[in-house]
């Protein structure tokens, strides 16, 4: 039965993958500084979770390098040397982040990674891979420096240069460049290759002699679903810390599905992924796992393995429970800088200096990526992942805040209104003053652009205007903005001005139509139309205050007529 469903393609590809992520998730928990089969249990929990609930047909979730060495940042500081507090504040944060994942799947918002710059994940990523890539060096030479940030870490390294292990140097450097060129065939299992190699060299040479540590024993099991013991204010932090793995899990694992997606022109919904993200996180932290994300390395060689639907990452599944099964007690015999490099091979996609090179086009961007890359180097990966993001948010505020006013014009007489520098042939309408926010409204923008509209309607010495206020760029309002426009519509009436708002989206229409008495928006014309309707709406308008200007003069001439000339 399970034959017929599956592709013959998900098999080759299961069977291809499976020796990449064995070794992997091992190599993961080391970097999370958790027992090896907190890595095993995650790739389980990723495989099998995101292989029923998730969208993308070549997502591998699994531990990854950059969610290993941000749980190891996040939680160290809170315990210290405390190996048995480190598993319950780790395991808590993964139970956390997979809560997050599914309130924000429920909340639909899958464009939260939206918010956070390109650039600041490009640099981002680039500088976590140099640190792992520098830590992981560490073991090839057998150096454990005990600071966190880079340049210290790295001059203590230098600094004990003729301290360095030349056999474990060697042995990593040999493994790293067998398991590159071995990646260059499609469907070999280049990791499972070298960790078989290194095993047997661990079993039948004596390299303790050389002063080379094997990884030792891996003791796998399955503890019932649990939640740590912690106190209020220890869930407050993990909370706090949640957000930052949720951001950075979620722009790798969107990144990976979206790229492959768009490749072979697959659908994507990123509230679903979401919600088997949330779900692979909270079981893998409930069984005492890593947190789990779509690695780009992973799916990338499930892709080229030919994965022609989402049973691939659970035949894989299948195929790793064969090893450990048969093959676990030897995985004891690995020597660690074999492990290693593994881990640097993971990493050394981003450490791709092509990938940064479009951000250097541009001086702002090349700004962000500069001290995206410094702030994780210098403060380390928690402190400078925050403060990336924080960078990356103040210069989207900026954008949003300094929002700019557009006037248009009738582009040759027709029902297109552009903007009066596009064109020579763009003129304005006698009496109108057209103008379009160039960002959305909301409350840090709203005081200026009123002001603006203002000065704009006063610079015309007092020729009484109707002012179409074109909203097509603001999805929605807050209570600051409708105040502002409810005063500027104010203002206007008492300057015998008119305002009428156009392009309106259905959320605002509605808003505005609701009615309220502090906020009497049935004196404002309000239209979801184009601005061409909105102006045909303005001089249908005056015309009709024209004619009852008339009709009142002649009223007045009719109430009191002129004496008769003698």
């Known amino acids: 039965m399970l034959t017929r469903m599956l592709n013959p393609s998900d098999w080759v590809a299961g069977l291809s993958i499976a020796g990449l992520l064995l070794p992997e998730a091992v190599a993961y928990s080391r970097i999370g500084n958790l027992p090896m089969q907190s890595g095993i249990v ?70 939260i990674t939206d918010f956070i710059a390109k650039p600041v994940l490009r640099g981002f990523s680039f500088a976590l891979a140099f640190v792992i890539t520098v830590h992981q060096f560490a073991l090839f030479v057998d150096v454990k420096p005990t600071y966190t940030d880079v340049p210290r870490y790295v001059f203590v390294l230098i600094g004990d240069f ?41 079993y039948f040479s004596p390299l303790s002699n050389h002063g080379i540590h094997l990884i030792g024993n891996i003791d796998i099991q399955l503890n019932a679903p649990s ?20 951001l950075i899990v979620y722009a790798e694992s969107y990144s990976s599905i979206r790229t492959f997606a768009t490749k072979h022109k697959d659908e994507v919904d990123p509230n679903r992924d979401l919600f ?14 890593m947190p789990v994300g779509a690695g ?14 989402r049973w ?22 690995t020597p660690e800088p074999i492990l290693a490099a593994i881990v640097i091979h993971a990493v050394s996609h981003s450490l791709s200096l092509n990938k ?71 003129h304005t309408i006698p009496n109108i ?58 203002s206007f009436e008492h300057n015998h001005n008119h305002l009428i708002l156009a392009r309106l989206k259905e959320a605002v229409y509605e808003l505005l139509t609701q009615g309220n008495g502090a906020t009497p928006w049935q004196h404002v014309a309000l239209s979801r139309l184009s601005v061409s309707h909105a102006v045909k709406q303005a001089q249908q308008t005056m015309h009709s205050n024209t004619l009852d200007h008339e009709q009142a003069a002649n009223d007045v001439m009719d109430d009191h007529p002129v004496d008769e000339v003698k």
């Open 312 to 333: 691939a990452g659970l035949v894989a599944a299948l195929c790793v429970l064969m090893m450990l099964l048969f093959l676990l007690p030897w995985l004891a015999y």
């Open 433 to 490: 003053l057209i103008l379009r926010p160039n960002e959305p409204l909301f409350f840090a923008n709203i005081e200026r652009v009123v002001a603006e509209i203002q000065r704009r309607v006063k610079s015309l010495n007092n020729v009484v205007v109707t002012v179409i206020l074109s909203l097509e760029e603001t999805p929605d309002l807050d209570s600051t903005t409708l105040e502002s426009l409810n005063e500027l519509m104010v």
């Open 356 to 426: 940064l090179k479009p951000y250097f086009k541009w001086q702002r961007d090349r700004f962000i990526v500069l001290f995206a890359i410094g702030s994780v180097l210098v403060l380390g990966i928690l402190d400078g992942l925050l403060v990336a993001i924080g960078i990356s948010l103040l210069m989207t505020l900026k954008r949003f805040s300094s929002s700019s006013l557009s006037e248009l014009g009738c582009y040759r007489d027709g029902h297109d209104y552009l903007t009066l520098a596009s064109s020579n042939d763009v």
């Open 42 to 111: 995650a790739l389980f929990a990723g495989l099998l979770c995101y292989g029923v609930l998730g969208n993308s047909r070549f997502a591998i979730v699994s531990a990854t390098s950059s969610s290993a060495a941000l749980l190891a940042a996040s939680v160290l500081p809170l315990t210290g040397e405390d190996a048995t507090l480190r598993m319950v504040f780790a395991y808590g944060l993964v139970m956390v982040t997979g809560m997050m994942f599914i309130v924000a799947a429920m909340a639909k918002v899958g464009s």
């Open 276 to 289: 088997a993200l949330g779900v692979s996180n909270l079981v893998s932290g409930a069984f005492h796992g």
């Open 162 to 202: 003729f301290q360095w292990n030349w056999f474990g140097f060697a042995l990593g450097v040999w493994a790293l460049f067998l398991i590159q060129w071995l990646s260059r065939y499609r469907y070999v299992p280049a990791g499972l290759i070298v960790i078989a190699l290194g095993i047997l060299l661990g």
């Open 296 to 309: 780009y390395s992973a799916t990338a060689a499930n892709e080229s393995a030919g994965a022609a639907s």
């Open 227 to 246: 939640v740590g013991r912690l106190s209020y204010s220890d869930w407050m932090r993990l909370l706090e810390l949640g957000v930052a793995m949720l």
